[in-house]
């Protein structure tokens, strides 16, 4: 880790400001650090200053605004730490870039939003303003829906060679990488295999009710108007949904709509008629 003294014993005049952040407990120190200051080093890149340290202290050097920058994150991730939420070196990046694009935003508005794994994997914590406010949609509400740009897949399943196992399973691959994230893939095959997990086409979906149940379905841009009616009307007791896909990415023959579009037409017409409402009021 490269060390170097303040500004005062160095070469005045190489840099714009200097700053010192003294932090007492060890364990936070090395949080912010990393073992072998991977993590300062991040900051260094990212903001374009020198970070380093001496006993207890972090000190930094650069232009006055990337500096103030960077003793703010430090001072945050600080408080996270303390907080017990763990950050990852590449946390850095982002909570800098969030510190950058939304000034009013604090660190703990968004890395507290973090599910934790277990199993000694990192936390699955929302990467902006926006996925923070999705985080919380689906923690308040029985059904979300996630409308925006993201891969997907183009190849419809009918054109895939092999059984029904062998035409699913390469459409949703990113589900099941996913999963392998999250937990160890000896854990996660068990799960499906005792039906805890199910991954299934929509149409698998039809005449069942799901009770105590967490369900996404995926690329629902290609769904049409009655199977998005099926879905919706699948969820049982205790249950909640979160609905993706991309409605520029629309796969369906022509002339059919998509289901997640007619859902989104209505989600925004009711709005706009309780906001008329609430002006009558």
Known sequence: ????????????????????????????LLGLTGARGDRLRALERELGIECGLRGNTVF?????????????????????????????TDDVARAVHLLRTEPQLRLRDVFDQAVPLGSGRKPIAPKGLAQKKYVESI??????????????????????????????????????DALDDMMD??????????????????????????????VVLDEAQNTTSEQMRMFLTRLGYNSRAVVTGDVTQVDLPEGRTSGLAEARELGEGGERERQRERGKS
């Open 185 to 214: 893939i000896d854990r996660a095959q068990g799960m499906i295999a005792r039906g805890q997990i199910e991954v299934a086409p929509l149409a698998f979906m039809r005449g069942r009710t799901l009770n105590d149940s967490f």
């Open 1 to 28: 880790m490269p060390r170097f003294a303040p500004e005062s014993e160095g070469r005045p005049g190489d840099v714009k400001a200097t700053s010192e952040v003294e932090i007492d407990d060890t364990a936070v």
């Open 139 to 176: 923690r308040t509400h029985d059904m979300t829906f996630g409308i925006g740009p993201a891969g997907t897949g183009k190849t419809k399943l009918g054109f895939l060679p092999g059984d029904l196992a062998e035409k699913v399973n390469p459409y949703l691959r990113p589900l099941y």
């Open 60 to 88: 930094l050097r650069g232009g006055a605004e990337p500096v103030a920058l960077a003793e703010r994150f430090l001072s945050e991730a600080a408080a996270l730490l303390r907080q017990g939420v763990q950050l990852a």
